[in-house]
């Protein structure tokens, strides 16, 4: 670990300043995907600012109807959140799909959606990588593409972003309020990642000194029927190949309301807005949810590599898909 | 540049660990885990990965399990750590490790330290009614199960493949409380 100077000031504001005027400078919150890049030599800033006492650690009712979460608050205690897992199923379940026990009750809600891809060639920095040395290279094309993108990739870079949290955030519309050296903003959730383009290297729209304080949930009355379902290599403790976040409402047999967001197949939480057109106002049935996966699906690109590509992601996507939207829509029948 | 701090320069922290209390001098790069094995002398939390991988630096900081490996020292100023070996009291072993040993819930036992500190937080953690990614439905409580023992542990790698023991030792252990 190259030496740094470690922060620890007393208000965000300070926290901001202190950011905003040391370009070598990171914030520090649960640390758990920072400290272990500071190890491995992916990054080596000068000054750590350590935000995590800084920001709220508690969940509070908005007038709205809809829960705000403070970017201090631990992955851990938002999952076990009464209301959370009452008015926003999908997100409780995304968190608990989420890492270990320990890693939960560290990460919080501002550092989880700002974690890096957990592609092996970004970790190692022996190899090149755009994203971590922008114009070395992409190593993943035709390399172990296992985890890699099947939508938005670029001829740059083909990494998926892995927070699962982040899928259940962008199917719920979640607002991120971020304080930067210019004073308060709030970024849709859903336009706070960014494709890699030219630019891998820029894993949000965030600046350098923008500081998330707290990220909102609005009033959704559809997600208290929504789910969260993760497809991964075993049981527990590993990242999504693929997932799927969704929810619904039915009026009549007919779906009223539908969202549905996808993870482990882009760089950023994935959207699914042309499934959800395909959906909406549509009677549940297997065809009807295969033929919204294949609207998602019509430009996906799977990578070819060593390991045989990912293509297998296509036909994994559509029925994990289907198979929530059975399970949703089964459920509300009854 | 900043003009607080000292640039990568040592700071003095207070922390107490396993009911002691010290005030090293601590390095910003220096982790929870070397602070107490290097600088400390408590060896009880074991580094395994190094990585956040693997569990083996597992303590309850200020009660709750988290990874050593994984922490920055200075950021435990005034904190409560408590190891494995600070679980157990003057009159004999906690209920977790004499589980441990009661049913073979370790081979080499280099992991031991890190699934005791790891069972000790999950059996709070499941008291206050937080459900896991195995419990049927979120809006419930968890049922005291094997499969939710296992799921909560799956932070906590043992290779010598002492799964079965350590089950049943965090079953036998929640049993009794």
């Not at chain 1, 938005?152 to 519309?173: K, N, Q």
Request: proline share 5%; glycine share 10%; net charge negative.
């Amino acid at each position: 670990m190259k030496p740094f100077t470690l922060d620890r000031p007393e208000t965000a504001a300070d926290a901001v300043s202190a950011v905003a005027a040391d370009p070598s400078a990171a914030y520090l919150a649960g640390g758990t995907n920072l400290v272990d890049h500071l190890k491995l030599g992916i990054t080596a800033p000068g000054l750590l600012v350590d935000v995590s006492r800084l920001t709220s650690s508690d969940v509070r009712e908005d007038d709205r109807g809809g829960l705000v979460v403070g970017a201090g608050v631990r992955n851990s205690d938002l999952a076990a959140d009464r209301r959370v897992r009452e008015r926003y199923p999908v997100l409780a379940e995304a968190l608990l799909s989420g890492a270990s026990g320990q890693l939960r009750n560290m990460a919080t809600t501002g550092g989880n959606p700002l974690q890096r891809t957990r592609c092996v060639y970004f970790q190692d920095v022996s190899t090149p990588c755009n994203k971590r040395a922008p114009g070395s290279g992409c190593s993943a094309l035709g390399g172990y593409t296992r985890y890699h993108a099947i939508l938005g990739a670029s001829e740059h870079c083909v990494a998926t972003h892995p927070s699962d949290m982040a899928v259940a955030l962008a199917v719920l519309d979640a607002e991120v309020r971020v304080l930067g050296p210019d004073g308060e903003r709030v970024v849709a959730f859903t336009d706070l990642h960014r494709l890699p383009g030219d630019h891998p290297e820029r894993d949000t729209v965030l600046g350098h000194g923008d500081l998330i304080t707290e990220i909102a949930l609005p009033p959704a009355a559809w997600a208290r029927r929504s789910a969260y379902r993760k497809v991964r290599d075993r049981a527990s403790y590993a990242f999504a190949l693929v997932s799927v976040a969704a929810g619904v409402s039915l009026v009549d047999g007919v779906l009223e309301d539908v969202r549905v967001a996808l993870g482990g197949v882009a760089h950023k939480p994935w959207r699914a807005h042309r499934a959800e057109a395909v959906l909406r106002g549509a009677r549940p049935s297997r065809e009807v949810f295969l033929a919204a996966a294949d609207a998602e699906l019509a430009d996906a690109r799977p990578v070819e590599g060593a390991d045989g590509g990912n293509a297998f992601k296509v036909p994994l996507v559509r029925r994990t898909l289907a198979a929530v939207l059975r399970d949703l829509t089964e459920e509300a029948d009854r | 540049m900043a003009t607080t701090g000292t640039a990568g320069r040592s700071r003095t922290i207070e922390l107490r660990v396993d009911g002691t209390a010290y005030h090293p001098d601590v390095d910003p790069r220096r982790t929870l885990l070397d602070l107490l094995r290097e600088q400390l002398g408590v060896t009880s939390p074991k580094k395994g990965c190094d990585h956040g991988q693997c569990g083996a630096c597992t303590v309850l900081l200020d009660g709750r399990r988290v990874l050593a490996c994984l922490t920055l020292a200075l950021t435990c100023d005034g904190a409560e750590v408590t190891t494995a070996a600070g679980l157990s009291g003057d009159d004999g072993l906690h209920p977790l490790p004499q589980a441990f040993v009661d049913h073979e819930g370790f081979q080499c036992g280099y992991c031991t330290p890190g699934q005791v500190c790891s069972a000790a937080g999950l059996l709070a953690e499941f008291d206050a009614g937080a459900p896991s990614h195995v419990t049927p439905s979120v809006s419930d409580s968890p049922r005291w199960t094997d499969e939710e023992i296992a799921e909560r542990m799956s932070g906590n790698l043992c290779r010598c493949g002492a799964y079965v023991g350590i089950v049943a030792a965090i079953r036998q252990a929640g049993d009794k409380r």
